[in-house]
Nanobody, 118 residues
Framework: VQLQASGGGLVQAGGSLRLSCVASGRTFSNYMGWFRQAPGKEREFVAAITRTSGSTYYGDSVKGRFTISRDNDKNTLYLQMNSLKPEDTAVYYC?????????????WGQGTQVTVSS
């Protein structure tokens, strides 16, 4: 499985960005999602959606501001990020795995930088 993420950039606080991740290849892993890693910090879970039922999950810090979605026809995963804050600044990675933690992630994308200025 290959994951190609895009859509990062520089935005002012309060602004919005939409990340995309195109997946190629076959996998039986049920979770597709996003993690992020800020400088000097561990990679943290952001959001996920299940391939089978479409159930969604969010990290506490992004609930109510970020929305994850998918387009199965295009094999594409999206992350709509609204009301961005400087603390959202990080490299965002799309991922495919068996759960919501890095320990059960099977495939990683290359990462896309999101920078939120204050």
């Amino acid at each position: 499985v290959q994951l190609q993420a895009s859509g990062g950039g520089l935005v002012q606080a309060g602004g919005s960005l939409r990340l995309s991740c195109v997946a190629s290849g076959r996998t039986f892993s049920n979770y597709m999602g996003w993690f992020r890693q800020a400088p000097g910090k561990e990679r943290e879970f952001v959001a996920a959606i299940t391939r089978t039922s479409g159930s969604t999950y969010y990290g506490d810090s992004v609930k109510g501001r970020f929305t994850i979605s998918r387009d199965n026809d295009k094999n594409t995963l999206y992350l709509q990020m609204n009301s961005l804050k400087p603390e959202d600044t990080a490299v965002y990675y799309c991922a495919v795995g068996r759960g919501l933690a890095t320990s059960v992630t099977d495939y990683w994308g290359q990462g896309t930088q999101v920078t939120v200025s204050s």
